[in-house]
């Protein structure tokens, strides 16, 4: 039966990223891959490499909240400050930061996995990796190098195999291989130095500047004016 259970499992992963790379990166297809993997091995793996990093365990036991950020209260903090810069980028995408889908947090899997949705655009603002297909890529290669987020893992492999795949065709690709392979190299130097970005609370420290955030966690080479940085991607 369990063999069963992971073989329905991997063809509807294959079902759900073949819809995501068809649609773009549709939100509730990548939301539907995040849940396909709630009750897995590879999500089992997850939640005790999250548990081992400092910090980890004891949020999770916590059950510490999922984000629920006040804009227009974060827009009115210091320039430089996380909490602008956050706010910033929600306004300036015309996000709603409330997007992701509401989840359950009665076990550790789903805590875990809503606490992640909620908080991946903080980690834009701290890595500075833009949010475009590749900066998305280069976010989502930290969580998947730093504790393993099953769905993160699959979305960046497919999105190699298809940019590399892609090579040398006309309009080819919407993510550049070469491109995408810097940015996520980039990534995992981060994911190796950084301590874990999904064990921080950011909510404890929203006036704090980014420099200073950076600091901090050992962050010491961020995107922000790569090709695939926010800089970039705010100036177009």
């Not at 897995?40 to 081992?52: H, I, K, L, T």
């Amino acid at each position: 039966m369990a063999r069963w259970t992971e073989l329905l499992r991997s063809l509807n992963n294959l079902k759900l990223l073949a819809a995501i790379g068809r649609s773009g990166g549709d939100l509730h297809s990548v939301a539907d891959l995040v849940d396909n993997m709630l009750e897995s091995a590879q999500m089992e793996a997850c939640v005790r490499r999250f548990r081992a990093v400092p910090g980890g365990a004891e949020m999770m036991d916590q059950r510490y909240p999922p984000l629920q950020p006040d804009i227009e209260r974060m827009i009115q903090m210091p320039d430089g400050s996380l909490g602008r810069r956050y706010a910033q980028l929600i306004r300036g995408l015309n996000y709603d930061p409330a997007f992701f889908r509401p989840r359950p947090i009665d076990t550790e899997a789903r805590w875990l996995t809503q606490r992640i949705a909620t908080t991946h655009d903080i980690h834009h603002v701290v890595t500075g990796f833009g949010t475009g297909p590749v900066g998305e890529n280069g976010v989502l290669m930290i969580t998947a190098n730093q504790i393993g987020f099953p769905a993160y893992v699959l979305l960046n492999t497919a999105a190699q195999l298809n940019s590399f795949r892609q090579q040398g065709q006309p309009q080819a690709a919407q993510l550049d291989f070469e491109q995408l392979s810097a940015a996520l190299a980039q990534a995992m130097a981060i994911a190796r130095t950084a301590s874990c970005l999904a064990a921080v609370r950011w909510e404890e420290g929203w006036e704090r500047p980014i420099q200073s955030w950076r600091e901090q966690l050992g962050l010491r080479e961020s995107a922000d004016d790569a090709p695939y940085g926010l800089t970039l991607s705010s100036a177009q």
